[in-house]
T-cell receptor, first 116, second 115 residues
Framework: EAGVAQSPRYKIIEKRQSVAFWCNPI?????LYWYQQILGQGPKLLIQ????????DSQLPKDRFSAERLKGVDSTLKIQPAKLEDSAVYLC??????????????FGEGSRLTVL | EDKVVQSPLSLVVHEGDTVTLNCSYE??????LLWYKQEKKAPTFLFML????IEKKSGRLSSILDKKELFSILNITATQTGDSAVYLC???????????????FGQGTILTVHP
């Protein structure tokens, strides 16, 4: 079974530039998450999709971050303009829909962003 | 605000030692507690706990949940250098009227096992 795919794996940009990350979840997984993991910290949820609808984006800095999942499969996370504090690994995760009895998340390898 | 706190933040041991990692939580609408292992890549799933007092085991790793005292421990016996990683605790929350839920992570415990 193919895992969660993310690209690019690494990106270096200057502050005020824009960047986009792409995620393809495991086939059949209706729920998709974007997490931000700053070095030395645990992952922080940015946004959660159920199919193509947003379930939770309460911690997404909406003045600069946006995300979409147009057809309920792939998702894109965009940052514009980037700030130094956005340097982090952006993890995409997915899980089968339903209750938490099937609750484990499957993570992608992450996209490491460095903002100079 | 939902909080998940792990301790210690870092731990250095020698091969063969036994370690205990702690995770305490203060959240609304608790559904489950999950442990993940993170090496230099994506977190990988270890355990999901939903009931108090029932130990889950996988090889040298085991975990238990106490829903009254709001904590969980992860034990690793006979540690090996391959156990060196960040161990993340996460709490699954029931999200208002749906089963979608969300996962709130602690800051992680960095475990280093020396030969």
């Amino acid at each position: 079974e193919a895992g969660v795919a993310q690209s690019p794996r690494y990106k270096i940009i200057e502050k005020r530039q824009s960047v986009a990350f792409w995620c393809n979840p495991i086939s059949g997984h209706a729920t998709l998450y974007w997490y931000q993991q700053i070095l030395g910290q645990g992952p922080k949820l940015l946004i959660q999709f159920q199919n193509n609808g947003v379930v939770d984006d309460s911690q997404l800095p909406k003045d600069r971050f946006s995300a979409e999942r147009l057809k309920g499969v792939d998702s894109t996370l965009k940052i514009q303009p980037a700030k130094l504090e956005d340097s982090a690994v952006y993890l995409c995760a997915s899980r089968i829909s339903g209750g938490w009895n099937t609750g484990e998340l499957f993570f992608g390898e992450g996209s490491r962003l460095t903002v100079l | 605000e939902d909080k998940v706190v792990q301790s210690p933040l870092s731990l250095v041991v020698h091969e063969g030692d036994t370690v205990t990692l702690n995770c305490s939580y203060e959240v609304t609408n608790f559904r489950s507690l999950l442990w993940y292992k993170q090496e230099k890549k994506a977190p990988t799933f270890l355990f999901m706990l939903t009931s108090s007092g029932i130990e889950k085991k996988s090889g040298r790793l085991s975990s238990i949940l106490d829903k009254k005292e709001l904590f969980s421990i992860l034990n690793i016996t006979a540690t090996q250098t391959g156990d060196s990683a960040v161990y993340l605790c996460a709490v699954g929350l029931y999200a208002g009227g749906t089963s979608y839920g969300k996962l709130t992570f602690g800051q992680g415990t960095i475990l280093t096992v020396h030969p």
